[in-house]
């Protein structure tokens, strides 16, 4: 039984039975049966592509509505990079951070804080004897479940860092217990601002044995459209970023990878291209290099179907906000060590796609059937058995889900032979 927790889901009542989303899926989770897409939730890594795609706006993403925020006594905004970029005209990211304030969070820890404190982690994980190259980063859920559900073999080369929402998240809670020795644990409410689902459903299910210290996860979106109701631009702000550069810079592709100051590094956004560099490395078909940076959104964060503004724009205006700001904030010092708590220990537990069973006779026997009903289909991957390709369909025949006989090709063709041999039938008995 499938226990995780997904934020992308589908609304039948908007769906039409097309197959754009099944044709998008990185991980073939969407089949079309009855006039109506199915998610399938041990394949959906939470991506969003069918949520870009949808052109009904069938599929949706769940996340917390921001006034949940106020059942907490302490509450505690945790604005990722991307949130900055959203905003038109923006040349000074403390008057978003005041604008959070002025909605009533009490206090604010940017996410590009725990980035840079990310970033001087890797650079010193990088120079550990002894680990699997290239390292991966664990930054992108959606790439550290496509990598353990897809690409297994791969598992061993992803970076076992805490993203920079956990670092921050974290680091906002110790300040706050700090500050106020009053407050319980429970008392403190840490709301992450999101630019995408795979966020939501990385909160919400842990990793691994860990829990996240995230307690609600909300969209840009919406906290963009409360935020211009009461940013004021003539009014000084009473906070200041504790990002530079580097925290700011992850929310574009490269940007992680910019600030390990590594010249042997590949940096890729984009579902089919991330996919295109993940088959490469397992095939051993890539350069050698230290580090590489996967981002599932195209162009990063900025990318995110959370967000509003469009991703070419926003990285723009990242790099005029970026202009006059300092590289690092946080700089750690030469010869420092990775804290504990900046690990996490073990990686989820998912069922890897290409196992068919969990016993390995009974996997070759059913690949083996696989096969030969796949030489059987047209080879044409039309779409329109409600399979993604006929390698899935025939995997979908073979496991029970789906008929042969649903194979519309095939069927009219069997219904042209019919029509063929019965009229010449016809017309034979005719001439005799």
């Known amino acids: 039984m499938n226990s995780y927790l997904h934020s992308v889901s589908l609304d039948a009542e908007k769906c039409t039975g097309c197959t754009t989303c099944m044709k998008h899926c990185p991980t073939e989770a969407i089949r079309v049966r009855g006039g109506c897409a199915e998610i399938d939730a041990a394949r959906c890594i939470d991506c969003g592509e069918c949520i870009r795609n949808c052109t009904n706006n069938a599929k ?44 009533g969070f009490d206090d604010v820890f940017e996410v590009a804080k725990g980035a840079e404190f990310v970033s001087a982690y890797t650079r010193i994980y990088l120079q550990t004897e002894g680990i699997k190259k290239p390292v991966i980063s664990t930054a992108c859920p959606v790439i550290t479940r496509l990598i353990v559900l897809r690409f297994p073999f791969l598992k061993d080369n992803l970076i076992p860092l805490l993203p920079p929402m956990e670092v921050a998240a974290t680091m906002a809670r110790e300040r706050a217990l700090f ?23 990385y909160v919400r299910n842990g990793f691994g044995s860990y829990k996240s210290a995230v307690d609600l996860v909300v969209s840009v979106s919406e906290v963009y459209f409360q935020l211009i109701n009461v940013m004021k631009r003539e009014k000084t702000p009473t906070v200041s970023t504790q990002a530079g550069r580097i925290g700011l810079s992850w929310a574009m592709c490269g940007g992680e990878a910019s600030a390990l100051f590594n010249d042997k590094i590949i ?34 964060c900025v990318g995110g179907v959370l967000t509003i503004e469009n991703p070419f724009v926003a990285k723009n205006r990242l790099h005029t906000l970026r202009r006059y700001m300092p590289v690092s904030l946080n700089p750690v010092e030469e010869g420092s060590f990775i804290p504990g708590n900046a690990f996490f220990d073990e990686l989820p537990d998912y069922h890897p796609l290409n196992r068919l069973s969990d016993n390995i006779g009974e996997s070759m026997r059913l690949m083996a059937r696989i096969q030969a009903v796949r030489k059987e289909l047209p080879g044409i991957d039309c779409g329109s058995c409600g399979a993604p390709n006929c390698r899935a369909f025939a995997e ?8 042969q006989n649903e194979c519309i090709i095939a069927y009219k063709e069997m219904i042209q032979d019919y029509i063929r041999n019965y009229a010449g039938g016809e017309a034979k008995n005719e001439g005799q």
């Open 267 to 300: 940096a890729a956004d984009g579902i089919e291209n991330v996919i295109s560099v993940l088959d490469q490395i397992e095939d051993g078909n890539i350069p050698a290099v230290d580090f590489v940076e996967l981002n599932a959104c195209p162009g990063g």
């Open 396 to 403: 979908d025949i073979v496991l029970g889900h789906a008929n």
């Open 179 to 201: 500050l106020h020795p009053e407050l319980k644990p429970e008392e403190i409410g840490v709301c992450f601002i999101s630019p995408c689902p795979a966020k939501v459903s």
């Open 60 to 103: 949706k993403s769940s996340y917390d509505a921001l006034d949940k925020i106020h059942q907490f006594k302490y509450k505690i905004a945790l604005p990722a990079p991307t949130l900055f970029a959203q905003f038109d005209h923006l040349d000074d990211m403390d008057y978003v951070l005041q604008g959070l304030l002025d909605l």
